[in-house]
């Protein structure tokens, strides 16, 4: 498509001389503002994949794919109900637990918190929780003093394994004075990082025989835990679970795109729009190009009139131009392609060293859930921020270089 003698000219032309500089500028600024539109959308997209895939393993890992709940809040036969749920194609892990909120009492620190009562082989299969002890060990989470708490609740509350923090829980018994809260201690046996400050202040775990004590649940249970192969594809599990469980009508199954879909769905939508807002950089970037190929077209008028008298078709003036501008445009594509991987690939390390140069937490897992910055490369999204980035730049091409073919030789001539 563009033979030698264009490829010649078109060089010339982007290597500005003494005179030429403006124009020169201009698109070295066009060139600079492509590379910095397309840097900014990978590195921002891959931001949002990384949340929402850090994000969505978190909690998937820590409330399951989906789970079966009693109609009428406690499930009795869980026993056979998670042995049924197990025989499913495609679960994983069927875990009965109870789970109710407390108030988490330790000297001078109180706040609220939820309470998750589970057997050590359900906890073993919690790999969220079972695979980041920091501290203690899952062979002493046994009797009806145990507990596993997070490592946030531990630092603000002074905890370490062996110490004793109490659970107040308002549902007590009821007595001629009003209803008594329960208040029952118990020990430190592990400490745990699950990679959320939620859950790490906010969880703690107890033996599903102490939380059938503490919550007056003689067996029984509040729900069944439910793992699956590909939380992706949650719904047809979901609906071989109801078919099979479709004879005890006091369970209702929700899987996560029910419980959580708002939330996901308000995240999709977040990263759509900043997409679409980015791109915006990226545009304007585009329009610079436009702007430098009118001012060089109409810098090299002359030039434009000597090569077609010699025998330069509209069409070679037309790719020399084409070529002049998708070099902006492709380099800046190439510079801020290799920019954004190399930023997203070590995107921790650069957050660690601006926060040791400014002193300043630039992510606080307080705010984001999560306690370090996720960034996560999709290779077909960083080949649509190419594409986008190359059709805009050669878009923006095609004015310029018609008009530049359009020129009258004479007319430009005679006014030189």
Wanted: aromatic share 8%; hydrophobic share 50%; with cysteine.
């Amino acid at each position: 498509m563009f033979g030698p003698f264009e490829r010649a000219v078109a060089g010339r032309y982007l290597r500005a001389r003494k005179g030429e500089r403006f124009v020169s500028v201009i698109a070295i600024f066009s060139l600079v503002g492509i590379a910095l539109g397309v840097a900014t959308l990978i590195i921002v997209m891959s931001v949002m994949n990384g949340f929402k895939a850090d994000l969505m393993g978190r909690i998937l890992g820590l409330n399951g794919d989906l789970s079966l709940f009693g109609v009428s809040r406690t499930i009795g036969n869980y026993d056979d109900l998670a042995a049924t749920v197990r025989q499913v194609p495609g679960v994983v892990t069927a875990t009965p637990l109870i789970e109710g909120q407390a108030l988490l009492n330790s000297g001078s620190y109180n706040a609220g918190g939820m309470v998750r009562g589970m057997t050590m082989q359900g906890l073993r299969d919690l790999h969220e929780v079972s695979d980041s002890l920091v501290a203690g060990s899952l062979d002493k989470f046994v009797g009806n003093d145990a507990i596993i708490i997070g490592v946030t609740l531990a630092e603000r509350a002074g905890l370490s394994v062996g110490s004793k923090i109490t659970l107040i829980s308002p549902n007590g018994a009821a007595t001629p004075f009003g209803m008594m809260p329960r208040i029952r201690a118990y020990h430190v046996v592990g400490i745990f990082d699950a990679g959320m400050n939620d859950y790490n202040v906010g969880y703690v775990f107890l033996p599903l025989a102490a939380a059938q004590i503490y919550f007056e649940m003689p067996g029984q249970v509040t729900q069944i835990q439910v793992m699956t192969r590909d939380p992706t594809n949650v719904r047809p599990v979901r609906q071989a679970i109801e078919q099979a469980v479709v004879s005890d009508p006091r369970v209702r199954v929700l899987d996560w795109t029910q419980t959580n879909n708002a939330f996901f769905g308000a995240v999709q939508v977040e990263q759509n729009v900043l997409f679409l807002i980015l791109t915006l950089i990226v545009l304007v970037a585009a329009f610079n190009v436009i702007s430098s190929l009118i001012m060089m077209v109409k810098d090299k008028t002359g030039d434009i009139a000597v090569l077609r008298t010699i025998g330069a078709t509209r069409g070679a003036i037309m790719r020399i131009f084409l070529m002049c501008g998708a070099s902006v445009g492709v380099t800046g594509t190439v510079i801020g392609t290799a920019i954004g991987i190399v930023f997203c690939l070590n995107i921790e390390r650069i957050r660690q060293f601006l926060q040791s140069l400014t002193g300043t937490n630039l992510f606080n897992p307080e705010i984001y859930y999560l306690e370090r910055l996720p960034a996560k490369l999709v290779w077909p999204q960083v080949f649509e921020v190419i594409v986008m980035a190359l059709v805009l730049s050669l878009l923006a091409t095609l004015y310029p270089s018609w008009r530049a073919a359009r020129t009258d030789p004479v007319e430009a001539l005679r006014h030189e």
